[in-house]
Structure formats: C-alpha cells, structure tokens
C-alpha cells in the first residue's frame, strides 16, 4: 500500500440537509476561502508524512491488519458533478478477491482524506452514544464492515485513542434515535429508544477502528452517506459511553454511485418511494468536491460472491486534532432511555460530557 501515493484530499463539512430534514442544520462559520486555505496546506502536511509512515512500518501493519479483518469477515460472510472526476471515479477493488488475494494486491490504493476542521452537525446527532462496533442491531439490509484509521496531519502519526462517533439511516432512510416529523413516523416515541447505526469506537495505537453495521439508504434531497464526528482527549465512563476532549470534526463519508444503485435494487432498500439524489447532484458532495480537491469516498470490496454477503469498506483520515468545535444534538441517551432536546438548535457539550447514558439530561 502506497499510503500517499494518491492524496485525494476530503474535506468533510456536512451542508445544509435538505427539505426532508428541515430547521435545524448548523452552518459552518468558516469562509469559503477559509476552507480551501485550509486544505492546501493539509495536503501538503501530508505529502510530507508519506516517507516517514513507510519508514516506521505503519503502512505495512495497516496492510496487513486490513487484510487479515477482511479474509476474517469474508470467511464468515459476516456471520452470515460530471464537472469532478472524483463523483464518477470507482473506488471498488477491480480485484478477483478471494481468501488469499494479498494486502499489497487489495490495499494498495488507500486515499488519505483530510476532514475539514469543521462541518455541520446536522439535525439527528444524539449524545450520549454508546461505545460500540457492532451496531446493526437487526436492522435488515446489506451488512457493511467501516473500517477507519485517523493520522494526524501535522505530526504525520496515527492518532491513538481518538474517538470515532458515527450515525446513519437505516435502509429506508430513517434515522434511530430521535422523534421527528420529517423522519419517518413522527409519532413514534420509541424511536427515542433506538440504538441501531449508532455508535462509537475508539482507535488503538495504529489510529484505526471499525464498525459493523448496515448500508445506509436515502432520504429526500441527499445522497447516501454516513456521519462523522471525531472526538479528542476524551474518556470511556464506566457506563460505556464517553466524556471529556473536544470535537476536532463533524462531517461525512460517501460511496460510489455504482454500489448504491445496486444496493438499492435490494430489498428492503427498494421499498423506499422516496426520490433517489444522486452524488453527482448532492450538495454536500459538490462543495466538497469542488475543483478535484476532494474525494470522500470509501473504497470498498464484497465479502463473498455477491452483494448479499457483505461490503468491506475503509478509508484513510488526515485529521486536525487541534481544532474544536461544540455539537448540538436532536436528543440525548440516558439510562432511562432516549430523551429529546428541546433546544437542539443550540450548542452542546462537546464529547457526550456526565450526562451520557448513565446520567440525567444535560441541556
């Protein structure tokens, strides 16, 4: 794996969400040229990081831990803008995988995203979350295997202990979690209770974790995609969630057009009437995308012999630990269950903070 022989730079700032999830978006207080300023010089942090992530042997050990995660999964089968090339650019494994492909074979093309110092946090965010790497929690679809390893773009090291927050809809394009008119069965409370595609995993001294979860589906006026957020400095509590540290980045992860329209082919992706966006349309995708600056996809392969079996997807990130931002959040998880906020559109605590899933709201 040639780690940054192809910086595809990401920036990951989550734009305003569309009409299906109105009102409570959180834009981004940094300029257009702000942001560009910003990516250039990460770009160029991490050109310079290539040379002494080969020397220090990260590069193979990540090799060779993804491959072995993912003949590990396969085995199992998981238990049982035409204006940017990189919108239309495939980042599946063109490779006949099978149990002995080789991780200089499977992984020799992994992007480095830098995630923009800040997004939006939009409007489904619960705090509170639990720390966790299986979050399918039976929701049908088509299983997914996230696999992520953060590097800090000015030191070039992998980021240990980094929190990796992550959240998304399930198969018919609701999120759990929160109640909301604008996302599936507003009248619904239960859904307060709901912990599926909901979690957070802390990185080890490699800088990666992972996630086993389900193919997110589509809601009106987005494309697919999964949420980030990457916690700093902060602590698992004895309840298992996490306080303390700072958000260094709210943003998001997208996959190849190709994939979704096979995915959403599936059942129960294709009981979902609502209208398709495509990336190429996305306004998320366009402004992160914008003059081939950027490339937020993740590459991927299947698990077995067809979609059914499973999806290994990973990605490289280049992160700035020193920024920090405050997250507002639709609701809050307590040990009595899920508790909405009422002041969503305001901030909150940066990590999750005492009143995590042991302790009481705190708004």
């Not at 980045?249 to 599936?266: K, M, N, P, S, Y």
Request: charged share 20%; hydrophobic share 35%; proline share 4%.
């Amino acid at each position: 794996m040639q780690l940054m022989s192809m910086i595809k730079v990401a920036t990951l700032a989550m734009a305003t969400i569309a009409a299906a999830h109105p009102g409570a978006h959180e834009p981004s207080s940094m300029s257009h040229a702000e942001k560009r300023s910003f990516l250039l010089n990460a770009k160029r942090s991490l050109g310079q990081c290539a040379d002494r992530l080969e020397r220090r042997g990260l590069t193979a050990r990540i090799e060779a831990r993804r491959a072995e995660q993912f003949d590990f999964y396969r085995r199992q089968v998981l238990e049982t803008r035409d204006y940017n090339p990189s919108v239309n650019e495939s980042h599946y494994s063109s490779l006949h995988v099978t149990e002995n492909t080789s991780a200089d074979e499977l992984f020799a093309k992994d992007p480095v995203c830098i995630l923009s110092p800040e997004g939006e946090i939009g409007p489904f965010w619960v705090k509170g979350e639990l720390v966790r790497s299986d979050i399918q929690d039976g929701e049908p679809g088509i299983p997914l295997i996230m696999d992520g390893q953060f590097i800090d773009i000015e030191t070039c090291e992998p980021i240990a202990e980094l929190y990796w927050d992550v959240w998304s809809c399930n198969s018919t394009g609701v999120y759990s979690g929160v109640q909301d008119s604008s996302n599936g069965n507003g009248d619904d409370a239960s859904n307060l209770d709901n912990l599926a595609l909901r979690g957070i995993q802390k990185t080890d001294t490699e800088g990666v974790a992972q996630f086993k979860s389900v193919f997110p589906g589509h809601y009106g006026g987005r494309t697919t995609h999964v949420h980030v957020v990457a916690h700093i400095g902060a602590q698992t509590l004895p309840n298992n969630t996490i306080t303390g540290g700072h958000v260094a980045h709210i943003g998001q992860l997208f996959f190849d057009q190709d994939l979704i329209t096979e995915v959403e082919a599936t059942y129960p992706y294709n009981t979902n009437e609502v209208e398709i966006t495509l990336n190429a349309d996305d306004h998320v995708v366009q402004d992160e995308t914008e003059d081939s600056a950027s490339d937020p996809f993740f590459e991927y392969a299947l698990l077995g012999d067809s979609l059914e079996d499973g999806i290994f997807a990973w990605i490289t990130l280049g992160v700035n630990v020193s920024a920090s931002y405050d997250t507002s959040y639709a609701a809050l998880l307590t040990a009595d269950g899920g508790v909405a906020n009422s002041e969503s559109s305001g901030p909150g605590d940066a990590a999750g903070g005492e009143g995590g899933a042991g302790g009481p709201p705190s708004f």
